[in-house]
Protein backbone atom coordinates (compact mmCIF):
# COMPACT_ATOMS: atom_id res chain seq x y z
CA UNK A 1 0.00 0.00 0.00
CA UNK A 2 2.86 2.61 0.46
CA UNK A 3 3.98 1.77 -3.23
CA UNK A 4 0.37 3.48 -4.31
CA UNK A 5 0.60 6.42 -1.72
CA UNK A 6 4.33 6.92 -3.73
CA UNK A 7 2.63 6.38 -7.21
CA UNK A 8 -0.34 9.57 -5.82
CA UNK A 9 2.31 11.36 -4.66
CA UNK A 10 4.62 11.38 -7.67
CA UNK A 11 1.70 11.55 -10.20
CA UNK A 12 0.22 15.15 -7.76
CA UNK A 13 4.27 16.42 -8.41
CA UNK A 14 4.06 15.85 -12.02
CA UNK A 15 0.81 18.05 -12.13
CA UNK A 16 2.43 20.25 -10.43
CA UNK A 17 5.37 20.26 -12.32
CA UNK A 18 3.66 20.68 -15.53
CA UNK A 19 1.61 23.44 -13.79
CA UNK A 20 4.67 25.21 -13.28
CA UNK A 21 6.17 25.10 -16.99
CA UNK A 22 3.00 26.30 -18.81
CA UNK A 23 3.42 29.49 -15.92
CA UNK A 24 6.66 29.95 -17.19
CA UNK A 25 5.45 29.73 -20.86
CA UNK A 26 2.62 31.87 -20.13
CA UNK A 27 4.63 33.97 -18.58
CA UNK A 28 8.00 33.98 -21.17
CA UNK A 29 5.24 35.17 -23.82
CA UNK A 30 3.75 37.83 -22.06
CA UNK A 31 7.12 38.87 -21.06
CA UNK A 32 8.53 39.17 -24.96
CA UNK A 33 5.12 40.69 -26.20
CA UNK A 34 5.91 43.63 -23.49
CA UNK A 35 9.46 43.89 -25.02
CA UNK A 36 7.59 44.09 -28.36
CA UNK A 37 5.83 47.02 -27.61
CA UNK A 38 8.84 48.72 -26.22
CA UNK A 39 10.79 48.14 -29.23
CA UNK A 40 8.15 49.29 -31.18
CA UNK A 41 7.84 52.83 -29.29
CA UNK A 42 11.51 53.33 -29.24
CA UNK A 43 10.98 52.46 -33.35
CA UNK A 44 8.54 54.80 -33.54
CA UNK A 45 10.49 57.28 -31.51
CA UNK A 46 13.67 57.00 -33.89
CA UNK A 47 11.49 57.49 -37.16
CA UNK A 48 10.10 60.42 -35.91
CA UNK A 49 13.65 61.96 -34.61
CA UNK A 50 14.93 61.07 -37.98
CA UNK A 51 12.28 62.39 -39.92
CA UNK A 52 12.37 58.92 -41.85
CA UNK A 53 9.67 56.24 -41.35
CA UNK A 54 11.03 53.92 -44.06
CA UNK A 55 13.49 51.44 -43.39
CA UNK A 56 15.09 51.01 -46.84
CA UNK A 57 15.50 54.46 -46.99
CA UNK A 58 19.89 54.93 -46.99
CA UNK A 59 19.39 57.36 -44.13
CA UNK A 60 16.70 55.43 -41.76
CA UNK A 61 18.35 55.10 -38.36
CA UNK A 62 20.51 52.27 -37.73
CA UNK A 63 19.28 52.03 -34.18
CA UNK A 64 15.69 51.55 -35.81
CA UNK A 65 17.01 48.68 -37.95
CA UNK A 66 18.28 46.80 -35.32
CA UNK A 67 15.30 46.96 -33.27
CA UNK A 68 13.15 46.12 -35.74
CA UNK A 69 14.95 43.13 -36.11
CA UNK A 70 14.71 42.31 -32.29
CA UNK A 71 10.89 42.70 -32.35
CA UNK A 72 10.64 40.39 -35.51
CA UNK A 73 13.01 37.63 -33.82
CA UNK A 74 11.25 38.09 -30.57
CA UNK A 75 7.48 37.89 -32.04
CA UNK A 76 8.95 34.21 -33.64
CA UNK A 77 9.88 33.25 -30.53
CA UNK A 78 6.37 34.20 -29.34
CA UNK A 79 4.69 31.96 -32.02
CA UNK A 80 7.28 29.01 -31.13
CA UNK A 81 6.17 29.58 -27.19
CA UNK A 82 2.64 29.70 -28.05
CA UNK A 83 2.92 26.05 -30.20
CA UNK A 84 5.07 24.74 -26.91
CA UNK A 85 1.93 26.32 -24.85
CA UNK A 86 0.04 24.08 -27.28
CA UNK A 87 1.84 20.63 -26.48
CA UNK A 88 2.55 21.77 -22.35
CA UNK A 89 -1.62 21.74 -22.32
CA UNK A 90 -1.89 18.70 -23.78
CA UNK A 91 0.97 16.96 -20.90
CA UNK A 92 -0.57 18.68 -18.22
CA UNK A 93 -3.97 17.72 -19.15
CA UNK A 94 -2.39 13.96 -19.71
CA UNK A 95 -0.57 13.81 -16.03
CA UNK A 96 -3.98 15.55 -14.66
CA UNK A 97 -5.96 12.17 -15.87
CA UNK A 98 -3.27 9.91 -14.48
CA UNK A 99 -3.41 11.62 -11.02
CA UNK A 100 -7.09 11.52 -11.10
CA UNK A 101 -7.16 7.50 -12.48
CA UNK A 102 -3.87 7.06 -9.75
CA UNK A 103 -6.69 8.96 -7.03
CA UNK A 104 -9.53 6.69 -8.12
CA UNK A 105 -7.68 3.36 -7.53
CA UNK A 106 -6.43 4.42 -4.67
CA UNK A 107 -9.61 5.25 -3.59
CA UNK A 108 -11.38 1.74 -4.58
CA UNK A 109 -8.65 -0.33 -2.88
CA UNK A 110 -10.00 1.17 0.41
CA UNK A 111 -7.44 3.68 0.69
CA UNK A 112 -9.46 6.28 1.76
CA UNK A 113 -6.97 8.39 2.72
CA UNK A 114 -6.01 10.80 0.21
CA UNK A 115 -2.37 11.35 0.59
CA UNK A 116 -2.17 14.53 -1.62
CA UNK A 117 -4.94 16.63 -2.60
CA UNK A 118 -6.50 15.82 -5.76
CA UNK A 119 -5.94 17.64 -8.70
CA UNK A 120 -9.39 19.28 -9.08
CA UNK A 121 -9.64 21.28 -12.47
CA UNK A 122 -6.02 22.50 -12.51
CA UNK A 123 -5.92 21.75 -16.11
CA UNK A 124 -9.01 24.43 -16.20
CA UNK A 125 -7.02 26.94 -13.80
CA UNK A 126 -4.09 26.64 -16.29
CA UNK A 127 -5.66 27.50 -19.29
CA UNK A 128 -7.30 30.55 -18.10
CA UNK A 129 -4.20 31.86 -17.58
CA UNK A 130 -3.05 31.80 -20.95
Given at each position: ????????????????????????????????????????????????????????HFAYPTFAKAAIQRRDNLKVSIRELQD???????????????????????????????????????????????
Open positions: MKARGNLLRLKHFQVEDKTRQLAQIDMMIAEFGRMCEELDAQIKLEEEKAGIDDPTKRVGAVEALEEADEELRKAQAKHDRDGNSAVVEEPAESVVDQATMIG
